[in-house]
């Protein structure tokens, strides 16, 4: 199975600041990857998919980036609503994996 | 307006069964392919299972593969999970997620609220 990491487990942050977070595969996964955020105790929503198509409805200041191995999930000014914890996911192969997660707190 | 809705979930010993279904409605159901996947409590998410439209195609994580059986009725607009001997790490909030377009598998754009399994003695 393709393994997924992510980086850092957990940002603080402030609001408006630019947000970075690392994906990583364990094998080329071309540019099929998926980001997603979760609140708690809701469903996970689909904010990218190919690794920089912005989902339907999301806001412009969510774009991803990268191919092969590496991606990034970037927030160019932090919201309050953002304050969440965001998912990669690859689906290169028919056994889709996830990454384990990165939480973005309030600094 | 697409809706999916989980049901079945519960508590059940270990080595027991349950049965979740999923209904879907806001559109057609037998265009998609569909998954599950779960979230163990303060846990990230894990895929469970995967069907495509017509149920040609399934797969399974091997975690469950050979305990699990994902189905589909698209007369009823329905998804199910089989689950045979429950294990305790099977304890998890179970999502049904529709694939975000008929012709894209794995990309998972619309969830259901989900459905908590819990499996203790």
């Known amino acids: 199975d393709i393994q997924m990491t992510q980086s850092p487990s957990t940002l603080s942050a402030s609001v408006g600041d630019r947000v970075t977070i690392t994906c990583r595969a364990s094998?080329?996964?071309?540019?099929?990857l998926a980001w997603y955020q979760q609140k708690p105790g809701k469903a996970p929503k689909l904010l990218i998919y190919k690794a920089s198509s912005l989902e339907s409805g999301v806001p412009s200041r969510f774009s991803g980036s990268g191919s092969g191995t590496e991606f990034t999930l970037t927030i160019s000014s932090l919201q309050p609503d953002d304050f969440a914890t965001y998912y990669c996911q690859q689906y290169n192969s028919y056994s889709l994996t996830f990454g384990g997660g990165t939480k973005v707190e309030i600094k | 307006e697409v809706q999916l809705v989980e049901s079945g979930g519960g508590l059940v010993k270990p080595g027991g069964s349950l049965r979740l279904s999923c209904a879907a409605s806001?559109?057609?159901?037998?265009?998609?392919?569909m998954n599950w996947v779960r979230q163990a409590p303060g846990k990230g998410l894990e895929w469970v299972s995967s069907?495509?439209?017509?149920?040609?195609?399934?797969y399974y994580a091997d975690s469950v593969k050979g305990r699990f059986t994902i189905s589909r009725d698209n007369a009823k607009n329905s998804l199910y999970l089989q689950m045979n001997s429950l294990r305790a790490e099977d304890t998890a909030v179970y999502y049904c997620a529709r694939d975000r377009a008929p012709t894209i598998f794995g990309v998972a754009s619309n969830w259901g609220q989900g459905t908590m399994v819990t499996v203790s003695s």
């Open positions: 806001g559109f057609t159901f037998s265009s998609y392919s």
């Open positions: 069907i495509s439209s017509s149920s040609s195609y399934i």
């Open positions: 094998q080329s996964i071309s540019s099929w």
